[in-house]
């Protein structure tokens, strides 16, 4: 059959996949770099994870550091897993830390400079499926608001009638009287202490209730001036492996 001579779409920005032997590569590289560039590196662990809050940290340090979030058996080997493959005399001992949402930070600011920073470094957003609930949340039952009874009704304003349907399809029970979203009885979005599903997450969204914590926890950290590794919060490693994910 001949070939079709129409006119094709060619994109011309298309990038090429870097290969993952490559990438790995790249990184340890870099890692090493910075070890030798830097007086103190810090391990610290993240939980609810956001790309963009990380990028932020890493706008901060962009200056003075270097911030490596990746593969963690990449960073762990980048450090030394025995005395005699280390970067620097000690890096050894932070290696079983490397594990869970995990990243490295290697900078020239002081000590508590640096663990003020990243203590300190907190941002509220909405939660995704499978995190589990800080608090509980229900919609009083009634005319359906659109903080769902976060504030005070003289201060809310009811839910507009298109939204209803979605409602509906997440799970609230509501219907519509004279235009107006309704529940006949409370409804319980999500429990404290509870794992949410992807209708909750949806349903804490809609009425604006952010309840996820992107925090930044040091593990531990360690001087090149003598090679000695600090444990801060041994507990604040998760134990999830992190395979792919941002990195310098």
């Not at 830097?38 to 610290?44: E, K």
């Not at 911030?67 to 030394?80: C, S």
Request: hydrophobic share 40%; net charge negative.
């Amino acid at each position: 059959m001949p070939r079709s001579k129409r006119s094709r779409l060619v994109h011309t920005s298309r990038i090429a996949k870097v290969p993952s032997r490559q990438k790995s590569a790249s990184q340890y590289a870099s890692l090493r770099a910075a070890i030798a560039a830097y007086p103190s590196l810090f391990l610290f662990s993240v939980s609810n994870m956001r790309n963009t809050y990380l990028k932020e940290i890493r706008q901060n340090f962009a200056s003075d550091g270097r911030l490596f979030f990746g593969k963690t058996k990449v960073m762990a080997k980048a450090l030394g897993l025995t005395p005699e493959e280390e970067a620097e005399p000690g890096l050894s001992g932070l290696a079983r830390y490397l594990q869970g949402n995990v990243g490295v930070l290697c900078t020239e600011r002081s000590v508590e400079e640096t663990m003020r920073y990243l203590e300190e470094f907190v941002e509220v957003d909405f939660a995704r499926a499978g995190i589990v609930a800080p608090r509980s949340f229900t919609v009083p039952a009634g005319v359906v608001y659109s903080t769902g009874g976060e504030v005070p009704q003289e201060e809310d304003v009811p839910s507009p009638h298109s939204l209803e349907q979605t409602l509906r399809k997440w799970g609230m029970p509501t219907r519509l009287e004279k235009g107006r979203v309704v529940l006949d009885q409370e409804f319980v979005v999500c429990e404290e202490g509870k794992a949410l599903d992807s209708h909750q997450t949806a349903l804490l969204k809609v009425f604006g209730v952010a309840v996820a914590e992107f925090r930044v926890r040091v593990v531990a950290w360690w001087s090149k001036e003598n090679g000695e590794v600090r444990v801060v919060d041994e507990g604040a490693v998760d134990g999830e492996g992190v395979e792919d994910m941002d990195e310098d």
